[in-house]
């Protein structure tokens, strides 16, 4: 159940949904991944593609134009 | 402030909107720029007639370019940013962006990360620059407006900027991830 | 890679900003529609279009990108309705110009290798730069400098092709007629036929979508 933290703040897309994609992968299934983003597209495509592929998530937003997504690794 | 945790606020102003709903509110948009202006969207030309004006600050003349002997961009060399009506919609969609983002207390100066990113800017904005002139329009003047338009080339862009996003997908990957 | 989670920081409240740069935006909209009616027009078309593509995170280049890069569809499907929609609205106008013995109205220019060499610059440099027209002003707007240092280079970059235009005019645009499909096919084939195209384009797109959903979960 390790968290881990992806830094993608100022990147803009696709970047952060790359590497989100390339960090899960090496992730074990209950892992959750921390992702931070400030791009506003990122913010849309990056928890549409984890929910697609069956992951739980969950976005806060934690300043203005800051989110972070939890990405729960389920398989 | 009662007024942001309404959720009207929330779901006009703080949520991002569905796809779709972008989708049918930009076609509408662009109908009504065709009847009222007799031409579609399109952003690019503007950005040309802003290098005119800025070359011309620098005492360079380029109204001898045949770019510039065309009619309505001959007309546009005269004219200034205040005076244009391609530099009033495009400094609104800088503006209308900046309004959403703020309605939305979103807004964030988003600092560079890496000086890949400047080089990826340059020369993306270079490619975009030179492209969009010869093919006539950008991924909105000469896809989104030259198809609804029925016209070829905006057929013929439209298969070519997938093969463009392709190699450009791999440059990314390959050089520019940070 | 860490696993502290770090402390919430205060959020500001935005909203009077926006507020205020609203009522900014309705007093230059006024000053412009002074100098002339057309400018006012064009200035509320620009900030529609910012906010309608903001608000919806509507991005051309994604819409190109996406389906390449991380198989996703659901933006390539939007701007496919968003075509179709625009394909009916404008060929009302177009038709009834036309039948008013008008010129159609429309954005109809030269097609030709040059148009497929356009694209691909401009499809290359879109996704190296996070953006397209639209999409780097819509980010300027939003506060990412990396877009301001692509508007920059658009800029030159538009200046370049507007330099070279009159050698590609003399070598290639001067021969190549502008094409407007109603004229090779007429009315109702080209438009109903561009209808069906573009609705193929769209099951096309959501079978792949879900084709590469699949092969993922593999």
Redesign the interface.
Known sequence: MAEYRLDC????C??PL??TQKKMEQLKVGDTLIVEI???CA??NVPEWARKVGHNVEIE?V????WEIYIEKTK | ?N??NSPLYKKI?KD?????????????????????????????TT??Y???W??KLFGAD?SG????QIEANAKALGQSV??N??S??????????????????????????SYK??I???????????????????????????????????W??????????????K???RY??? | MEDVKKPKRK?????P???G??IV?VVIGIV?AG??P?????????????????????C??AA??D???TGST??A???I???M???I???A??YSAVSKGLP?????????I?????????????????G???G????????????W??????????????????W??KVFFSKSP?????DIFGWAP??FG?LIVLAILFAVAEWYENKKLRSEEE
Request: proline share 2%; with cysteine.
């Open positions: 703040l100022g990147e803009a696709p970047v790359i590497k400030d791009h506003s913010m849309k937003e300043d203005d134009g800051e | 402030m007024f942001t102003f991002a909107w569905s796809y779709w709903t972008g989708a049918i509110l930009l076609a509408i948009l662009n109908t009504a720029m065709l009847a009222i202006s007799g031409k579609g969207w399109g952003v690019t950005f040309a802003w290098g005119a800025i070359s380029v370019w045949d770019f510039f205040f005076t009506t391609g009033a919609q495009n400094i609104g969609i800088i503006a209308g962006a900046l309004l959403a983002t703020l309605l939305a207390s979103q807004f964030k100066i988003k600092k560079l990360k990113q400047v990826a800017a340059a020369l993306g904005g270079l490619l975009m620059g030179y492209g969009a002139r010869i093919a006539f329009g950008c991924n909105i003047g000469a896809f989104f407006s030259g198809i609804a338009s029925m016209s070829l080339h905006g013929i862009y439209a298969v070519f900027i997938f093969l463009g996003a392709w190699i450009g997908s440059l990314l990957v520019f991830m940070t | 959020k500001k409240n935005q909203v900003a926006g507020v740069l609203l935006l412009l100098i002339s057309m400018l006012s027009i064009y200035w509320i078309f620009g900030i529609s279009f910012g906010f309608v593509l903001q608000k919806a995170r509507f051309f280049t190109m990108r389906p390449v890069l659901s933006l499907r939007a701007v309705v968003a075509l929609l625009a394909t609205g404008f060929a106008i177009q159609v109205p429309g954005n109809i220019h030269p097609a030709g040059f148009t497929a060499i356009g694209a691909t610059m401009f499809g290359v440099g879109m996704v190296i730069a996070g397209c027209a639209s780097t002003l819509m980010r300027v707007g939003e506060g990412f400098v990396q877009q240092i692509a508007l920059v280079f658009f800029i030159i970059g538009s200046m370049w092709g507007a330099h070279d235009y009159g590609w005019s502008a094409v407007f499909l109603p080209a438009f561009q």
